[in-house]
């Protein structure tokens, strides 16, 4: 995989995993820590985070719209990704905040590329396009069974398109990201996601902290959302 170019002085943190595997839940948790420790801190999405990256992912998500080409997703994907790097991620890096995003790349690789039978090569290509070659400094990929974190995403919120699809489908998914954390297991994380919110939250804590080091704090008050 293309390793990034440019240094930012901010940290880029990205949480993975399949529906239903908690990483919102954890990101906000990890937002508030961070927060109430004194650093400055930015929490965002994908697909998302700009109001133009926003109005594309209502689009992906949409449930009743017409049967998506594979590409046809994979290529809104990665325009979302663009007007969010350039908008919103890195500008926030070189402020030197610590940039924390629900989904990014990863997510690329494991729903269009793994499940969905794209190539992955050109995946990581296009990633590369939009992104600048920005990569995270740390993944955190929460890993569970498909079949768990699809029973916890249906018991929820209203279910968008992505979800809907089949179980073998969240497998294929789950197996893709697992094979990254295989790849690249200095940058990712795995964190079992199959255990009590908070037991999740101290691996998390644990992951996150030997990044901090080269981060300067700042008055609690004044920390940027
Ligand atoms: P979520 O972030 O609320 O889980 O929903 C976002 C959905 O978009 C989820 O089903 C995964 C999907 N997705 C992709 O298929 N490819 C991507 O690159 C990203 C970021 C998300």
């Known amino acids: 995989m293309a390793r990034r170019r440019r240094r930012f002085p901010g940290i880029f943190i990205t949480l993975e995993g399949i529906e239903g595997s908690g990483k919102s839940t954890q990101a906000k948790r ?3 820590h961070l927060r109430a420790l004194g650093y400055r801190i930015v929490e965002t999405r994908e697909p998302g985070g700009t109001p ?3 109005k594309i992912r209502a689009v992906l998500l949409d449930r009743t719209a017409e049967p998506f080409a594979p590409e046809t997703e ?8 663009r007007q969010h790097v350039t908008q919103v991620i890195e500008p926030a890096l070189s402020r030197g905040a610590i940039v924390l995003c629900d989904r ?3 997510s690329t690789l494991a729903y269009q590329g793994s499940a969905r039978g794209l190539d992955l090569a050109s995946l ?3 990633n590369g396009l939009a992104t600048d070659e920005l ?3 740390l993944t955190l990929l929460f890993d569970l069974p498909a079949k768990t974190g699809l029973a ?5 919120a209203e279910t968008n398109r992505l979800d809907r699809e089949t179980l073998r489908f969240h497998e294929k998914v789950r197996a ?3 094979s990254l954390a295989r790849r690249e297991p200095r940058r990712i994380s795995l964190i079992d996601a199959d255990r009590p919110e908070e037991a999740i939250a101290r691996d998390v804590t644990q992951a996150v902290m030997p990044l901090l080091a080269r981060t300067p704090r700042r008055k609690v008050r004044h920390a940027v959302r």
């Open 74 to 81: 994979a290529f809104l994907v990665f325009a979302a990704r």
């Open 30 to 32: 990890l937002g508030a």
């Open 152 to 156: 916890r995403r249906r018991r929820a």
């Open 124 to 126: 990581e290509r296009m």
């Open 135 to 137: 990569e995270p400094d």
């Open 176 to 178: 893709g990201f697992r």
């Open 104 to 106: 990014f790349n990863d």
């Open 52 to 54: 133009l990256a926003e």
